[in-house]
């Protein structure tokens, strides 16, 4: 059987209540029953004197008087009884029963020898509530004294008696008063329990039914009606919390997958019909070469978005796994413009700022910066127009603890920029502005999602800057481990002394690659023209120290590399 908070709360204390209840009234009961036996052992304690005063012949000669003197004590006695509502006997030292106020309440004549001895070690008189084992005809309260003549020798006992009925009237009020009172103080907290857990457990059950809808598959359902402070109201908020991030991730999840469908539709769709088109005849022999390389573009732009969503799916989820070592940040930096060389010739764009002048240890996975610096600069070329300029500047701030550094990666072009309403979107997955510059320029949507998140894992941060018409500046300011100073020449056994030339219409491409080699131990030589490097490929083979490594630009001002 379910039982709810509310009838459990109540249960708990009705429990509670009663409980406490019957102990107060207990422990009350015994507080004014010993009162009132000490109320009446005084009372008696009191009679004591006078009654003896009253049967002094009884006391001293341990005698009854006779005739009119008996009379006259029975008078006395009686009156002694009524005035203190008590009624009182005499006993010779055997325990007899000799003289009585009112004989009729006696049921017996004979005291049990047992209360006589407990009596007489008595330091003043001896209490004791009951029957004397049936020589009264009620329970009563008794007070007994031993009674001694004036030589010291016991000449009986006085038992003076209150009956034990008033008592049995006390306890039956208190019983009828103290049953009231509880049943009042029960039906009071009844209705103030009632009405306090309805307080708290209507915004419980209103956080179990919005919770119990929202488990049904009801994700715009949210807790209202619950405001305040307090813990309740502290579960309603953080399950609202809860609620919009659940449908806010539903709803990415949604626009992630139709992001997807459309971004596998489209270079799909454009393989199908060029496929088709060889197959059917449709694209004559002489133009499927053309057709085939477009289809190999596509395919190549699948096998990207593939790899990005994977990246970016393992960022995510937290399953990428850091290989951080020691390596020089600007080798990196600069095999990722290399890697990007041919693009930046193409696209006849200028880059500026890359020098290998710059030896940094830093303590990071050297991949995830590569993979920064690719996204960003490969952005960068997309949306630089011909005759542009990429700046690379990388700025050593002044605020890292001894023994780590904050390098800050600023990557700028004067390209086409953003509008402000995208750049508030440029980091999420497949956001792409809709104009009619961009919608030309291929990309899977995922370089920019992917670089703030290994920013974010690297404890980073990533910002930019832009303007429509003037450029987008990118920076990137991640903390890493340093090692300062130049880095010693790690020479290659197997390289040493090897001839190499490099070729490259561009100065600092060949300037650089030759300090690499160099620095592995090859004799490294360099040339602006594909012509030269011809004639000095001839001549070190007719010297007989040809060249064992050849670096050529692929397209070449002069001639075809």
Not at 196 to 217: C, E, S, Y
């Amino acid at each position: 059987m379910r039982k709810s908070v509310s009838v459990a709360f109540f249960s708990l204390m009705s429990t509670l209540l009663i409980f406490g209840t019957v102990i107060m009234g207990g422990s009350e009961l015994v507080l004014f029953s010993n009162y009132f036996a000490q109320e009446r052992y005084d009372v008696l304690d009191e009679v004591v004197n006078v009654a003896q005063r009253t049967a002094s012949h009884l006391v001293q000669e341990a005698a009854l008087p006779e005739g009119e003197e008996l009379e006259a004590l029975n008078t006395k006695l009686e009156l002694i009884g009524e005035s203190a509502e008590v009624y009182l006997f005499f006993t010779d030292c055997d325990g007899n029963v000799v003289l009585a106020s009112d004989p009729d309440d006696l049921a017996g004549d004979v005291v049990e020898a047992s209360v006589l001895e407990k009596s007489a070690k008595a330091k003043e008189n001896y209490h004791i509530f009951g029957t004397l084992d049936g020589v009264l005809t009620e329970k009563s309260y008794i007070s007994v004294h031993e009674m001694r003549s004036e030589s010291g020798e016991c000449t009986g006992y006085l038992f003076l008696c209150s009956s034990g009925d008033r008592l049995v009237e006390f306890r039956n009020e208190f019983f009828s008063n103290f049953f009231l009172s509880a049943c009042l103080m029960l039906l009071v907290a009844s209705v103030l329990t009632k009405v306090m857990m309805h307080k708290l457990t209507d915004p419980i059950q209103k956080v179990t039914d919005a919770a119990q809808r929202f488990g049904g598959g009801d994700l715009s359902v949210r807790v209202e009606g619950v405001d305040g402070e307090g813990e309740v109201a502290d579960l309603a908020r953080t399950f609202n919390k809860m609620a919009d991030n659940i449908q806010s991730n539903d709803n990415s999840r949604g626009q992630f997958m139709g992001n997807i469908a459309h971004e596998l539709r489209t270079p799909m769709t454009t393989i199908k019909g060029f496929i088709d088109g060889i197959l059917d005849g449709t694209i004559p022999p002489d133009m499927q070469n053309h057709y085939l390389q477009l289809v190999s573009e596509e395919t190549g732009r699948l096998a990207r978005l593939i790899q990005n969503m994977l990246d970016l799916s393992k960022l995510e989820s937290g399953e990428y796994q850091v290989n951080a070592r020691m390596f020089n940040i600007w080798e990196t930096l600069t095999g990722v413009a290399l890697a990007a060389e041919q693009r930046i010739n193409d696209g006849m764009i200028e880059l500026e700022g890359l020098t290998m002048d710059e030896k940094v240890l830093v303590y990071a996975d050297p991949d995830l910066i590569h993979q920064v610096a690719y996204n960003l600069l490969d952005n960068a070329i997309k949306f630089t127009p011909a005759g542009g300029t990429i700046t690379l500047r990388i700025v050593q701030k002044q605020t890292a603890p001894k023994g780590s550094a904050d390098y800050e990666f600023h990557i700028r072009d004067n390209g086409i920029g953003m509008s402000p309403a995208f750049q508030e979107h440029i980091f999420e997955q497949f956001a792409r502005e809709e104009t009619s510059t961009v919608s030309g320029i291929q990309g899977t949507g995922l370089g920019m999602a992917i670089t703030r998140n290994i920013v974010d894992m690297m404890g980073g941060t990533i910002e930019v800057q832009t303007e429509q018409g003037r450029g987008t500046e990118f920076t990137v300011c991640l903390p890493m481990r340093v090692q300062t100073g130049r880095r010693g020449e790690e020479k290659i056994e197997e390289l040493a002394g090897l001839k190499a030339l490099v070729v490259d219409d561009d100065f600092n491409t060949c300037d650089s690659v030759t300090k690499l080699l160099t620095r592995v131990g090859m004799r490294a030589e360099w040339t602006l023209s594909g012509r030269e490097a011809v004639l000095r490929a001839r001549q070190s083979i007719e010297l007989g120290d040809p060249c064992r490594a050849y670096i050529i630009d692929w397209r070449l001002p002069d001639m075809n590399g």
